[in-house]
């Protein structure tokens, strides 16, 4: 479907235009990066290779827009996102297709990611007319105390590759909503559905020029600059730990708000007396869904010795049922891992467990697809006899990997699942909610779900990590404080008395 400026957004479209100051333009030396189809090992597009002076002018442009934009009244700015959900929904199909092809999206995932999006898209709406100040009483006599909540300026968003259109949207949406400019780096595995992507369906609205801003290039080349530009007031970055230790000092060094969303080791917690059907439901889909690519999948099963043969058993079943291959067939539920280097550590983990002392049930190969040299698909593997020091219950594996591990008692569960630097997702199946519950109180991680598993994201519900997981807090009320600030003015009606 073309869109309003006659361009569609297919992989026929040219890709390499940043996006800046509303002007698509290529690099500053003309330099590209391919993309690659990680199902078919096929170049698909090129993409700018922003230099660090494009980056300067993409700040530059969302500075300047921005003390406008910031003035815009509320109603405008919801309108405005309003559009934009509308443009996501008018070109839905197309951006589950480019989902497909740039990260090995299963129309699953496409779908939930467009779902997602949405909804953080919908609550973004709702911000502009909720951002109050308030009026809070003084100790003084005579004073009126007005406390204003503005914008932050300009919001720095870094995104992964993994589920790029919602973990971009959840950042941009609302920071634009609350009347900030964005800078957008999408991953470099995702350039275009994290990223440029975002730019042209914001043209299908009214927004005006400079407001996003979207710069494609490597991290290792751009990323210091993105992080550390003077221009930048918040960086909202999601990635992994080791990026984002590097990203918050040097976003923390320039006085920059960092709220940084980074990985996990997620437990999936089943006792004795759980309901295993819905135990193993939920392992199937929070092991294997987009491959495990997903920083709240589950990471370490974690069963009671008494249904542990049986657990295992049954999730194994499951796996070897799961059909696995290209993203671009329809039935397809376990795709292509993004890249090499990712499918070759996950193997490395898995390799590690099994001479570790660990039993392979299945999987733990890479499986071919007619065409391809050197595929990228992982069959979905169940590891039994795992304890938690070996290499894919102790690492984030971020694959198609159920590393199952025993325990005998609660406390001693908890201990496993608490026994990670990590704190991000969780999941708890018990005989009934309130054990689940007790249980949940006592996993350290900032989300647990109780009879699920642990990938849940609702736009208006707080979502944050802690630990190694991250800093701030995510969606709705919470993230707005992040992307705004609380300024106080105080008027003094009457003459004050001064001690001297
Ligand atoms: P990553 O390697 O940390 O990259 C994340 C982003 O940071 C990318 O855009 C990357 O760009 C950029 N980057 C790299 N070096 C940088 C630097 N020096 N300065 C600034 N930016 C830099 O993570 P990933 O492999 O894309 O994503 C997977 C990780 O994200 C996993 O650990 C996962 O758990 C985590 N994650 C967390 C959440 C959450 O909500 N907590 C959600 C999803 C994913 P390039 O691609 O160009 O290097």
């Known amino acids: 479907m073309v869109n309003h400026m006659g361009r569609d957004l297919s992989l026929e479209t040219d890709w390499n235009g940043l996006y800046i100051d509303g002007e698509r333009r290529e ?20 993409v700018p290779n922003a230099t660090r002076a494009d980056v300067d002018d993409a700040y530059e442009a969302a500075a300047a827009a921005q003390a406008e934009w910031a003035d815009a009244p509320p109603a405008r700015r919801q309108e405005v996102i309003e559009q934009f959900s509308a443009a996501l929904r008018r070109h839905r199909e197309e951006v589950i297709d480019l989902l497909a092809h740039e990260v090995g999206g299963s129309r699953t995932m496409g779908e939930t990611s ?36 503005n914008p932050k300026g300009v919001v720095t968003v870094i995104s992964p590759w993994n589920f790029p259109l919602n973990l971009s949207m959840r950042a941009v949406a609302p920071a634009i909503a609350a009347g900030n400019a964005v800078v957008l780096k999408p991953s470099t595995n995702s350039p275009i559905t994290g990223g440029l992507l975002f730019a042209e369906l914001f043209e299908e609205t009214d927004l005006p020029d400079g407001l996003i801003n979207v710069v494609t290039g490597r991290g ?28 918050s000092g040097i976003a923390g060094e320039n006085l920059a708000i960092p709220a940084m969303e980074l990985g996990g080791n997620n437990a999936h917690v089943v006792t004795g007396d759980a309901d295993l059907d819905r135990a193993i439901d939920g392992a199937v889909f929070g092991s294997f869904v987009h491959q495990g690519q997903v920083c709240i999948s589950i ?55 099994i001479e570790a002392g660990a039993t392979l049930e ?29 290499p894919a219950a102790c690492n984030e594996h971020f694959g198609p990997i159920a590393p199952v591990i025993p325990f005998s008692d609660v406390d001693e569960a908890v201990e496993i699942a608490n026994d990670t630097e990590y704190g991000l997702s969780g ?4 005989g009934d909610v309130g054990t689940g519950m007790a249980i949940a109180d006592r996993i350290e991680t900032g989300n647990v779900h109780v009879n699920d598993q642990p990938i849940n994201d609702e736009a208006h519900v707080p979502f944050s990590g802690i630990g190694a997981s991250g800093v701030g807090t995510y969606n709705s009320d919470a993230f707005l404080s992040e992307i705004t600030e609380a300024k106080w003015i105080s008027l003094q009606h009457e003459p004050r008395e001064y001690p001297f």
Do not use: C, W
């Not at 891992?337 to 070759?344: F, G, L, T, V, Y």
């Open 27 to 46: 690099a500053a030396d003309g330099e590209t990066i391919a993309v690659e189809d990680p199902s078919t090992r096929e170049r698909i597009a090129e």
């Open 362 to 390: 299945t999987g733990g190969h890479t499986v071919d697809i007619d065409g391809v040299d050197d595929s990228l698909v992982v069959a979905p593997t169940v590891l039994s006899d795992v304890t938690p020091d070996m």
């Open 220 to 247: 290792s080349d751009i990323g210091d600059r993105v992080a550390g530009h003077p221009h930048s007031d918040v960086v909202a970055f999601t990635g992994s730990t080791e990026v984002g230790r590097r990203v």
């Open 427 to 430: 999941s708890v199946h018990a």
């Open 114 to 149: 467009i779902q997602i999006a949405s909804d953080h898209a919908g609550e973004a709406a709702t911000l502009p007319r909720r951002m109050k100040g308030e009026h809070v009483d003084s100790n003084i006599p005579g004073k009126e105390n007005v406390v204003q909540r």
């Open 299 to 353: 990471n370490r099963h974690i069963v009671h010795e008494s249904v542990y043969d049986e657990y295992v058993e049954r999730l194994t079943a499951r796996a070897e049922e799961l059909p696995v291959g290209s993203a671009h067939d329809d039935d397809t539920v376990v795709g292509p891992i993004i890249d090499e280097s990712q499918r070759d550590e996950m193997l490395g983990y898995v390799e590690g467990t």
